[in-house]
């Protein structure tokens, strides 16, 4: 298991759209929005594969201009 802090950042987000987003082997949770029109999630992930396939759906979703990555933490 992967877990990670992610900012994205963008015009007119939803915090809607970002909780529906459907990743396959990942599973995110909307922490709080940010005063510069960012929202930070927290993704658990089954492997650093999952997550890297996560941050790619979110880059892909209409106004999203930054997907930052805050904190990683693995479980072993």
Known sequence: MIESLILIEG?????????????????QLVVGRTPRSGVILHVAA?????L???L???AQLPGVTKVLTLALQTSR
């Open 56 to 58: 790619l759906e979110f």
């Open 52 to 54: 890297g396939t996560a």
């Open 11 to 27: 015009q007119n987000l939803s915090e809607e759209t970002l909780r529906s987003v459907s990743l396959m082997n990942a599973k």
């Open 46 to 50: 089954n492997s650093p594969a999952d």
